[in-house]
């Protein structure tokens, strides 16, 4: 019984890796086609129950929305879209009423790109997101619960 359990979480493993792995290969293959022909703003709203977004905006040298793809969802199997709504707005000065009609998930990856945007043209580097257990162990450590010594 014990075997017959491992041996299915073994198989959900690999089958996770694979499918991530698919989608790994299409956020390229998007990316990729996109930067050939223009800088590319990236923007992130991560969940871990709730669906996520990426957003990738090309963009021109006066950061005028180009392209927008978007891959909102809470599995494996989510690819990249075109979404038209961002196309010919300027990426800081997005509209209240075109963010109106977008979903918070996609609001978020939206503030996320233009955060990165502003960090990247100031010459900094956009901070590395936490991993789930980096931020596992900042909610122990803030409660003092854990120490790292």
Do not use: C, W
Not at 79 to 100: A, C, P, Q, V, Y
Not at 105 to 119: G, L, S
Not at 131 to 143: A, G
């Amino acid at each position: 019984m014990i075997f017959t359990l491992l041996g299915l979480v073994a198989i959900m493993f690999i089958l996770q890796s694979v499918l991530g792995y698919g989608q790994l290969k299409d956020f390229n293959q998007n990316y990729n086609d996109m930067r050939s022909q223009h800088k590319v703003s990236i923007g992130r709203s991560k969940g871990l129950v709730t669906t996520g977004v990426v957003l990738l905006m090309r963009i021109d040298k006066k950061a005028r929305i180009i392209e927008t793809r978007k891959m909102q969802g809470t599995t494996v199997f989510a690819r990249f879209k075109s979404f038209e709504k961002l196309n010919g707005k300027h990426l800081l000065e997005i509209d209240e009423e075109t963010l109106g009609q977008v979903d918070r998930f996609t609001k978020k990856a939206i503030n996320d790109a233009q955060q990165t945007y502003r960090i990247v043209q100031a010459g900094g580097e956009p901070p590395k997101p936490a991993s789930p257990v980096e931020k596992l162990l900042n909610l122990f450590k803030k409660k003092g619960e854990v120490s790292r010594s």
